[in-house]
């Protein structure tokens, strides 16, 4: 039995505004999971669902195989960290982690022991006596986690928590949760609007749009065995490479370049008059020719040196793509390149539904 169940949940806010729309989901015990998608699409709702900070509209939340729909957020035994920190200005770092045991009017040494321990799981223990106007982002953003990880609670909810960080910050205390979930176990929900955050977290990702759940997987799955052209351009940096056509002959045009798409799809037949996404990663291209492998000649219009690898924008006809090259293969402006797309990296999207058309069946 999962130890979370999300079963056809829906949210229709006061106003009508229909915000999720039947999430279905069951999270296991000690599961990291990852809510992501664009700004709007129900993550923070749903999370506040489970958090019971928000009606669920209908549907049914389960705890533990117990229906939870009906119980007040103390009682699901949820932990959540907001995007705000909400931390108590007037109280000391002590004081604002040890406060939920505090309330529950724990022992004052076993209060001292779990703050000092969680101080210094968390790199806080310098500044215990500090007023929260006194530390970093970073370093509150750590007080407000050590204070939801103070109670021993079954879900721990982050929405957005490195939201008020700059980027180096960033990389470091997403290394840090990750660490405390490694320390801690506990059952983690995390939304995040990153798909960098959500690769480098998640156990499993949930990609949402628009109120309804787009797929489920691990990064893995997520990267390589996108469901849908959305899917396949969220996650991915740069995004996904896509161009739009209809099927003449078993071919479509990149520009003014044919693409025989028997070659990856030899029931193309099938789609004969009908409109294609075809699909490649930045990443999936090597330059020059390469075996089994479409090929592509067009003009480089600039490119971006990021480090070790640089982004190189191409225009073929009317098209733009984006490669991603090793820095020392980086190409001049304005001159002609030949690259090559492995049929394995390209992916076919039928272009009415946007789902990926399975070029193994
Ligand atoms: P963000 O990343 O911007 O926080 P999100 O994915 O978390 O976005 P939600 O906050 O869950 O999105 O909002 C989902 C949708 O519900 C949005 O279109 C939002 O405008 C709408 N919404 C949120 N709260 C309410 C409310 N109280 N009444 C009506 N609509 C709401």
């Known amino acids: 039995m999962a130890y979370l169940t999300l079963k056809n949940i829906n949210k229709i806010y006061p106003n009508g505004f229909h915000a999720v729309h039947n999430f279905n989901l069951e999270i296991e015990k000690g599961e990291f999971v990852v809510f992501v998608g664009p700004s709007g699409c129900g993550k923070s709702t749903t999370l506040r669902m489970i958090a019971g900070l928000e009606d669920i509209s209908n549907g049914e939340f389960l705890i533990n195989g117990k229906r939870a729909n009906e119980m007040g957020p103390r009682e699901r035994e949820i932990a959540m960290v907001f995007q705000s920190y909400a931390l108590y200005p007037q109280m000391t770092v002590y004081d604002n982690i040890a406060f939920g045991l505090t309330l529950q009017g724990v022992d004052e040494d076993i209060i001292e022991e779990r703050v000092k321990k969680i101080a210094g799981i968390l790199g806080l223990t310098d500044y215990l006596d500090r007023l929260p106007r006194a530390l970093s982002g970073g370093q509150r953003q750590r007080v407000a986690i050590g204070r939801a990880i103070i109670r021993k ?12 960080l700059d980027a180096k910050q960033r990389v470091t205390m997403r290394y840090e949760i990750a660490q405390i979930h490694q320390n801690t176990g506990a059952t983690t929900i995390y939304v995040t609007h ?19 759940i787009q797929q489920v997987g691990t ?14 351009g969220f ?89 991603k090259v090793d820095s020392h293969d980086t190409p001049e ?29």
Not at 154 to 161: A, K, N, R, S, T
């Open 333 to 361: 402006t304005d001159a002609d390149i030949t690259f090559s797309i492995p049929y394995d990296s390209v992916y076919l999207f039928d272009g009415e539904t946007e789902m990926v058309i399975d070029c193994k069946g």
């Open 219 to 232: 990064p893995y799955q997520l990267y390589f065995e996108p469901q849908n052209v959305f899917v396949a």
């Open 235 to 323: 996650i991915g940096e740069p995004p996904m490479n896509f161009l739009k056509g209809t099927v003449k002959n078993g071919t479509i045009h990149f520009g003014d370049i044919p693409l025989d798409l028997s070659k990856k799809l030899p029931s193309i037949q099938k789609y004969e008059g009908k409109d294609i996404v075809f699909g490649f990663r930045p990443e999936g291209i090597r330059l020059g020719s390469c075996e089994n492998a479409y090929e592509i000649t067009c003009n480089v219009e600039l490119t971006e040196m990021l480090g070790d690898n640089t982004n190189v924008y191409v225009n073929a006809g009317s098209d733009r793509a984006i490669l």
């Open 153 to 164: 609670v079954g879900v721990f909810l982050m929405d957005e928590p490195l939201s008020n």
């Open 194 to 212: 990153d798909q960098t955050e959500a690769m480098t977290l998640a156990d499993r990702i949930v990609v949402m749009k628009d109120g309804y």
